[in-house]
Each structure stands twice: as structure tokens, then as C-alpha cells.
């Protein structure tokens, strides 16, 4: 998860930025920030809300086909909110691959075979 905030006078927005591109989304994800003060309160606010994300638990989901994860999902752990994910077609199961890259939908697949908790470095 790449997140930023953007500054403008007296207000900032944080949020879920584009890994490249530093946008914010089009719709606000569930950890949006929004304040606006004095530079020592913008600076104050980014700074807790950096340090709230940092110390919350996030979690990798894997799906394991013969012995080889095909799927993996990024969460929050609490909350099970997805950050990312990804499908290597190639090591799915027979009836999912013939799918192909594009027509599997994670959250379709049912329980994960395993989650491994993550640690944050900041």
C-alpha cells in the first residue's frame, strides 16, 4: 500500500495514493485523512495518521495450488480490508486457469489456505 498527503495553504488530504503517480483515488478509501490548521497542526495530524497506519496489522492471504501460491491478497488484519492483490494464472488449479489472468475474481475464491501476519517498517 503506497500512501501520501497533499498539502494546499492551510489543509491536507491523505489517503491511498497510486504507486507512480501519487493521486489520491477518485473516492476516498476507509483511511482517508482531512485536516486543516496551522502548518504545526497539518504537520501534527500526518504525522499521527502515518504513525496509526504503521502500527496496524496487516496480514498476507495465500491460495496454495500443489504446493505453490497462486493467489495472494493484502488485508488489514481487523478489518479484512483487501489493499492488494495478485493472480498468477499459471499455478492456479486446472478450472481456474483455463479462466485465464483476467477471469478470476479473489474474493470469489473462498478461505485463503493460509495468512501470514506482516510486519510494517518505518
Excluded: C
Amino acid at each position: 500500500m503506497t500512501v501520501g498527503v497533499h498539502f494546499s495553504r492551510d489543509k491536507i488530504v491523505g489517503d491511498q495514493v497510486h504507486n507512480q503517480l501519487t493521486t489520491l483515488p477518485a473516492t476516498p478509501t476507509a483511511i482517508e485523512l482531512r485536516a486543516v490548521g496551522s502548518a504545526r497542526v497539518l504537520a501534527k495530524s500526518t504525522s499521527e495518521w502515518l504513525r496509526v497506519l504503521a502500527t496496524r496489522g496487516y496480514a498476507r492471504e495465500e491460495w496454495v495450488h500443489e504446493g505453490a501460491v497462486y493467489t495472494r491478497r493484502y488485508v488489514v488484519a481487523d478489518t479484512g480490508e483487501p489493499l492488494a492483490e495478485s493472480y498468477d494464472h499459471m499455478r492456479a488449479p486446472s478450472a481456474l486457469a483455463a479462466k485465464g489472468a483476467q477471469g478470476v475474481r479473489v474474493r470469489e475464491l473462498g478461505s485463503s489456505d493460509r495468512i501470514v501476519p506482516l510486519t510494517v517498517e518505518y
